[in-house]
Structure formats: C-alpha cells, structure tokens
C-alpha cells in the first residue's frame, strides 16, 4: 500500500443523513482509495455503489466499513439506554442489541456507535439517557451484554455488527453537565469506576472504542496517550481500533491543545488514534508528518492493521453483500421483544393508597404532552425509527374497548406554554374517576448538546397537573423523559409516579398493561433521583466525609431558630433545604405488592484471602401477584488506604416470584469484589467490610466480614 492509501484506511467520511444523493467527490475519494469507513448512507442502493467502487476500482480492492448510530433499535427503537439499564437485565439489553444488529443489515450498516459507557451522575447532562447510568458495576454488566447482542460470538456472522465503545474517557463527568465539558479526575477514581464499564467490553472482545469530546485533566481524550495508548492498548492489550468523535481532532485547537491541524494530527496519532471522524488533520498532514521524521510509517502501519483486522473478522474481504430483505423490520418478535423491553424498563416511584393498578371499570381521563407523541416516545438517537409505527398510550387505550377512557392532551407538547385547553381538560377530569397525565420532555430535549440547567417538566405541565390536583381526583404521573425529572414543585400534587423513560416503539401497549394490572412493574433505578437539581451531581457511592451526614443529625433550614448562634458544630455533609438524601434512590423501584428479604447471613464472618464467602437471603412474596425482583449486593470498605465509597455494587440477580413462593439467594463473595485501585496497581487490604442484600442503595441491614491476610 501507499502512503496514501494507507492514511486513506484512517479516514472515515460520509454524507448527511438526509441526502438523496452521493457526492461525485466522495465517490472519487473512495476510488482513489482515500477513505476506510463511510458513516450515515443510509440507503442500501448507496451502500452497495459505494462498495462496489471500493472492491473493483480502488487501488488495493479494500472493502469500506458502513457505520450508523444505532443505538436503541434500528427501525424497532427499544427503551433509551437509561431506560434499559433500569431493567437490570442483560438478556434485554443483548436481546435488543441483536435485533437492532439483524434490522441494520438490511441497509448494509455493519458498524454502530455503541455503547455508550460513561458512567454519569448528573441528570443536567443530556447524553444521560443514552448511558447506562451511575454504577460501574451494572454499567459494566450491561456493556458486556450490548457487545454480546451487537457482535454475536463471531464477527463474520453476516448480521453482527461491530460494536465500539464509547466515549473514552471520562464524557459522563463533564463540568456542570454541559456537553463537550472537561473533566477533572484523579488516576484512582478514573481506574476504580469511569474505565470499569470499557474494561469490560474489552474483556468481551468488542471491535471498537471511540474517544470523547471532552478533555480529561487538560488533554483532550483525542489526544490522551494514558488513556488510548497505554491503558486501552498497553495494559488492557486491545486489538481493534479506534476513532474519533465527530471532528473532535481538530477540535483540539479549540480546546486550546493544538495550535493547528497539522499539530492535531500528531498528537492523535502520537495516542495512537486510529481513525479520524469526518475531520481530514491525517489527511492533510499525515503523510509530511512522516516526511519531517515527525511521525513514522511504522506506527501508521500498526494504525491501518488494527482497521484491517477488523475489516478481516467481519468477513469484508470475502463478501461485501448483506440481506436487503426488510420484510423483517418491525417483525413481530421485535415488536414483542421491545414491548418486554418497555415493560420492565418502567420504575414504579410513587403509589399511594395502592391506586396502581388501576380497576377497569373506571373511568379514566388521559391527557398530557406525551400521551400520544410518537416521534417523542421513541426517544433520542432513534434516527431511522418511523414514528408511524410507533404505538402510543393512547393508541394502545384506543385498541381496548373494555376500558372507558376520554383523550385530552391539554398541552401538545412537552414545552407548550398554551392554556387554552386547560379548562376542557378540568371538566373531564371532574368526571372522571382517576387522570393518566403523561408528561415528560420531548426527544429533542435529551441526548447531545441538549444539556438542561432547569430539569423539571418543561412548559405549563406543572400548572396544568397543579390545577387537575385541585379536582380531588387521583392522578396517575406517567414520565417520557431522557433524564431523572425535578419533581419538587407537584410531588405532592399527584398520587402515583411511573418513569418510562422514552420507552420506544411498543411503550404504549406496555404501559397500558401497566397502569390495568395486566403486568407489574419491575424497573429499578439506574441512577440516584434527586429532589432538585441543586443536589446534583448525586450518586449513592460517594465517600463518606469527615463528618458523614445521617438522619439524627441533619438539621432542616426551618428548623434553625432566628438569631441562632452562628457555629457549625454539630452540624454535618448536607443541604441545609435538600438534606443529604435523593428524593429516590439507586436501585429503587417499588411493586405492586410486597417482596420480603428475612435471614440475611454471611456463611463466616472471617475470611483470608485465598477465602470465599457466601452472602444469602430468603426472598419472599407476600403479595397476590407474580413478582420481579432485583436483589442487589452492596459492600463498604471499613478503613483503607484509599477512602472508599458508602457502598458499592459488586453483584445482583433477578429472579421471579409466584404468589407465596420463597428462594433463598447466595452471592459468593471473593477477594476480587474486595480489590481497588491505588497508586498504580489493583489491590486487595485486609480489615473490615460491610455487606447488604438489599432492595436499593439505602436499604438493608449490614452483616460484617473481617478479611485477614
């Protein structure tokens, strides 16, 4: 190959996905062997032009990779992935993964952008939705579980897809919750949770990983050599390859990192930043950059390998053809499988006097900006979903004629101010004998650049749920957002609270299961909820503090008598309005009957360290209908050389419970759910720790464990 054509493997380009036509330029490039990925083509007439161009006319024959965000679905938009998560099943997650895999073939898109595995803590941030949430763990769990349903256990298989790891590092923890930010973490923190969930997929030999916009304590992750070239390739001894975001090498220069492209380019490529996204700084640059001794074509070449290397293990080289049967989008065991998806994705937050389910002789008044918004309802980075194919509550109401219900939306969209319609939507709500309001933000209002400093339900919801509030009748709260809403000024306004994230294609007929009784909700939190966004950033594995905040002590602003003494004393790590607590915590989600946890035990209480322990609880259902139930373990480093979080996931299980049935569940706990990373290595230190099986980060009684050397 020539130098051309080998910085050619390292270009990805594309077109908008709105075109209707291939560029003549693009076209040529791919001919002259000037390109190694196309994103965004989104038509499979393009896919196989372009393809054929690559195989027949360029210099070396090398077949293009195709690349798309399929992030939730391809044409069958499961959940967001924050909805996902809050199942708290891998099947689910690989499941969608595969489906979405199988859809996208069609179109001859071999290569999507996810995961996304930034851990996040803060709900402001708009790409909220499309992580897994705030625990490594789960996060890592989950990553896993997407590599798995993308890629299947063999690349070739002609429906895999590469999967690519994203965003490398640190995304999650941007300043403030606002997009494209910095980030500061130290090596411990950045090791012991945001690099857990990308080791994992490592560790399940995903394809590919992609930096992240932000820079990572003053180097922008483009260019960040620990992270890319000795952590991901070095330590962790990765195989594939790895791109940028979109032109977020020559965003270095913004960033104030480089003083030009040609300065971008060896910095990237000094990181060992395989592949560059739509930006052309290796295009223009590389080749001189190897000229001046700058760059050498040695580490070009280990560049293009990594590419090849994939291109070889998706079976490029033998056959480029894909199945352009789309009788199998939108399929009935897609839909099926996403209608699961959005069932168990739901989290039951509030429920008060059990009005949840909801008795089908009622009479019911649905109104609400989210009720029947389809497009909305799918979520964001749902790009090639069709919004005709969507079913809404509404739709999903319509459907039943068993059930007696009118359809108001009062608002037509999430951030409509209008109020004309509030005065119709009172009437019925008097005749009525309980309100499905669905709230929530639209799409547009999660996901990239569409960070939120005011994160409660946008436009006149709040006044419309305040005066239905004041009709007496019961209010059922259904959720359609892209991130933990703001509940603090109508909490007290309604009676039952259910999150449904953007909930995809089937989260109409999901939810109206819901809501009837006809399934149970069995979501669990991802991420902690706060009670205003003044709390955040908030997650539940903090530290602990000098003085560690507790029930006994908090002391409430209206609690504080006027002209106090001014002193701190007796005082501790809390707001003073807010106090220390989120208003739901990691982990929770309540049922619609009861759930039981009784002899929890530790088979020892001492253990060495070539050791293991088993931690077990009895689960039983006390309630009248069929349960699931995530039983979480927790546990907390005493005293270490490094402080250690309060708690911290290290394992879970899901499982079902018929009426009255009982299982005892036992987790086996080892020196490696002990370890953590500190001063360059991971380690594990005798003392004491802390275990719960629990139903929520907050929840459950501690049992000890003494681990010696």
Excluded at 118 to 146: F, H, N, Q
Excluded at 288 to 303: N, P, Q, R, W, Y
Excluded at 468 to 484: D, H, N, Q, Y
Excluded at 627 to 641: C, G, N, P, V
Aim: net charge negative.
């Amino acid at each position: 190959m020539t130098l051309v054509e080998k910085v050619g493997q390292t270009a990805q380009r594309g077109t908008s996905s709105r075109s209707k036509t291939l560029s003549e330029d693009l076209k040529q490039a791919v001919r002259e062997g000037r390109v190694g990925s196309v994103i965004n083509v989104t038509k499979a007439e393009f896919v196989k032009e372009l393809q054929e161009i690559a195989v027949k006319e360029s210099p070396q024959g090398i077949p293009l990779i195709f690349a798309r965000d399929v992030i939730h679905g391809y044409k069958t938009i499961f959940p967001i992935p924050l909805g996902q998560a809050a199942t708290w099943d891998a099947s689910i997650i690989e499941q969608g993964s595969r489906i979405a895999a199988v859809e996208a073939n069609t179109m001859g898109i071999r290569w999507t952008f996810a995961p996304m595995l930034d851990i996040s803590r803060d709900p402001r941030w708009g790409r909220i939705a499309e992580s897994a949430g705030e625990d490594p763990y789960l996060t890592t769990v989950l990553s896993k579980a997407y590599t798995r349903g993308f890629q299947t256990s063999d690349l070739s298989n002609p429906t895999s897809m590469a999967a690519c790891a994203k965003h490398f590092v640190g995304y999650g923890a941007a300043e403030g919750g606002r997009d494209y930010n910095t980030a500061v973490i130290d090596n411990a923190l950045l090791h012991n949770v945001y690099l857990k969930p990308f080791k994992g997929a490592v560790e399940e030999g995903i394809a590919t990983f992609m930096t992240s916009f932000n820079e990572l304590n003053g180097i922008p992750a483009s260019a960040h050599a620990y992270a890319i070239k000795q952590t991901l390739k070095e330590q962790w001894k990765f195989d594939g390859f790895v791109v940028s975001d979109w032109n977020s090498v020559t965003e270095m220069i913004a960033h104030g990192y480089c003083k030009d492209e040609k300065e971008a380019a060896l910095r990237a490529a000094q990181a060992s930043l395989d592949m560059e996204m739509m930006s052309e700084a290796y295009e223009k640059n590389l080749i001189t950059l190897i000229k001046e001794g700058k760059f050498t074509e040695a580490a070009l070449d280990k560049m293009v390998a990594s590419i090849l290397r994939i291109k070889l293990k998706l079976g490029l080289f033998e056959d480029t053809s894909f199945n352009e049967d789309t009788s199998i989008l939108y399929a009935e065991e897609h839909l099926k499988a996403a209608q699961r998806a959005a069932l168990e994705s739901v989290v039951l937050l509030k429920n008060k006097k059990q009005i949840l389910p909801i008795k089908a002789s009622s009479k019911i008044l649905i109104t609400g900006p989210m009720a029947d918004a389809p497009l909305d309802q799918m979520g964001t980075w749902s790009f090639d979903g069709d919004a005709s194919k969507t079913i809404t509550p509404v739709d999903a109401f319509r459907q039943d004629n068993s059930i007696e219900h009118q359809f108001i939306p009062g608002l037509h969209f999430s951030r409509d101010s209008v109020t004309n319609a509030f005065p119709a939507v009172i009437a019925a709500a008097k005749k009525s004998d309980v309100i499905f309001f669905f709230g929530g933000e639209e799409a547009i209002l999660s996901g990239e650049a569409h960070s939120r400093a005011d994160i409660r339900l946008p436009g006149k919801q709040e006044a419309l749920l305040q005066q239905l509030s004041k009709t007496g009748k019961p209010i059922v709260l259904i959720i359609m957002a892209g991130r933990p809403i703001d509940l603090s000024n109508i909490l007290s306004d309604v009676d039952a609270i259910m999150m449904a994230w953007h909930p995809g294609t089937m989260g109409g007929p999901a939810l109206k299961d819901l809501l009837m009784g006809e399934a149970v909700p069995s979501g669990r939190l991802p991420v902690s909820w706060p009670k205003t966004v003044g709390q955040v950033p908030i997650h539940y594995n903090h530290k602990n503090t000098g003085r560690p905040a507790s029930k006994e002590s908090f002391v409430h602003i209206n609690d504080i008598p006027v002209g106090a003494w001014q002193s701190s004393l007796g005082n501790d790590s809390h707001y003073l309005d807010a106090g220390f607590e989120p208003l739901y915590p990691f982990g929770f989600g309540l049922q619609y009957g009861s759930v039981e946890y009784t002899d929890f035990k530790l088979s020892a209480n001492e253990m060495g360290m070539q050791d293991s322990v088993h931690a077990s609880i009895t689960v039983t259902n006390r309630g009248s209908y069929t349960e699931q139930e995530t039983i979480q373990l927790y546990m907390q480093d005493e005293f270490a050389s490094l402080t250690r979080p309060v708690r911290e996931l290290i394992n879970f299980e899901k499982i079902v419970l018929q009426p009255g049935a009982s299982k005892t569940i036992s987790f086996t706990i080892t020196k490696e759910d002990l370890k953590f990373y500190h001063n360059g290595k991971w380690i594990t230190e005798a003392g004491t720790f802390n275990f719960w099986i629990s139903q929520n980060a907050q929840s459950g009684t501690p049992e000890k464990l003494t681990l010696s050397e």
